[in-house]
T-cell receptor, first 119, second 115 residues
Framework: AQTVTQSQPEMSVQEAETVTLSCTYDTSESDYYLFWYKQPPSRQMILVIRQEAYKQQNATENRFSVNFQKAAKSFSLKISDSQLGDAAMYFCAYRTGFLLTGANSKLTFGKGITLSVRP | EAQVTQNPRYLITVTGKKLTVTCSQNMNHEYMSWYRQDPGLGLRQIYYSMNVEVTDKGDVPEGYKVSRKEKRNFPLILESPSPNQTSLYFC??????????????FGPGTRLTVL
């Protein structure tokens, strides 16, 4: 079974600075997707960024980028130029890259990390 | 607007009083799923459905039931709620044709408190 680990429960960053959130995972599959979700105080789950295991290039979405290290099974999220609106809980998640057949269709989440942004 | 809706958004109930949390999506998704979110545990899957009349247990199904009579709806039923089911519940949906790249869309969440 796949597992996702976020070992830091909380982090803090100064506004306009850069912060990196860590995530490691374990899987025996060769193809998979990794995601970062943002959960602001409204509790809505918002997809921030997605990375396919077969793509060597790290995904980037505006101020958000990932450092995907497949051999190390590491998937960290870097937030540049942090803004007050980035304050939220962030979840790392895993999903199979193979055909969705049932039990493999779920997202496996880490425990989450609470990011605070200091003005 | 493409969305997943859940009702109610907040619910306080007492032990043993049956309740249903509704979930509906307007994106013609085959796959629907329920997760619960608890502090320090992340989100865990309760039940899922690959299509109409096809449902199966997730990682934490005890104390819950689901049904999928229509493609758009996937209600979560607590026949006899207990305090350990106090949690934040999310419904999610996605297409199944293809791989895990298919984005899962989440509902707004339902905060349930069982006294």
């Amino acid at each position: 079974a796949q597992t996702v680990t976020q070992s830091q429960p909380e982090m803090s960053v100064q506004e306009a600075e850069t912060v990196t959130l860590s995530c490691t995972y374990d899987t025996s599959e060769s193809d998979y997707y990794l995601f970062w979700y943002k959960q602001p105080p409204s509790r809505q789950m918002i997809l921030v960024i997605r990375q396919e295991a077969y793509k060597q290039q790290n995904a980037t979405e505006n101020r958000f980028s990932v450092n995907f290290q497949k051999a190390a099974k590491s998937f960290s999220l870097k937030i540049s130029d942090s803004q007050l609106g980035d304050a939220a809980m962030y979840f790392c998640a895993y999903r199979t890259g193979f055909l969705l057949t049932g039990a493999n269709s779920k997202l496996t989440f880490g425990k989450g990390i609470t990011l605070s942004v200091r003005p | 607007e493409a969305q997943v809706t859940q009702n109610p958004r907040y619910l306080i109930t007492v032990t043993g009083k049956k309740l249903t949390v509704t979930c509906s999506q307007n994106m013609n998704h085959e796959y629907m799923s329920w997760y619960r979110q608890d502090p320090g545990l992340g989100l865990r899957q309760i039940y899922y459905s690959m299509n109409v009349e096809v449902t199966d247990k997730g990682d934490v199904p005890e104390g819950y039931k689901v049904s999928r009579k229509e493609k758009r709806n996937f209600p979560l039923i607590l026949e006899s709620p207990s305090p350990n089911q106090t949690s934040l519940y999310f419904c999610a949906s996605s297409f199944t044709l293809g791989t895990g790249e298919n984005e899962q869309f989440f509902g707004p969440g339902t905060r349930l408190t069982v006294l």
